[in-house]
């Protein structure tokens, strides 16, 4: 009987050690490549008071 547990002690650790779990980290060959299509477009409104109308003419040579 102890026979048996001289060897299944010993037997037992060797079976814990190999399910131990193992991380391994690679690097990729090729650079990650990450293309991003986005299009922006924005529009502007801009509105003008009569009086100041009169002012930012065409004519006024302000502009």
Known sequence: MRLR???AVPL???LA???????QLA????PININLNVKIQHEVYVRVDEALDD???KD???F
Not at 17 to 23: G, I, L, N
């Open 5 to 7: 547990h001289l060897f």
């Open 12 to 14: 037992l650790g060797l």
């Open 17 to 23: 050690a190999a399910c131990t779990p193992t991380v």
């Open 27 to 30: 690097v990729p060959d090729e």
């Open 55 to 57: 002012i930012i003419d």
């Open 60 to 62: 006024s040579g302000l």
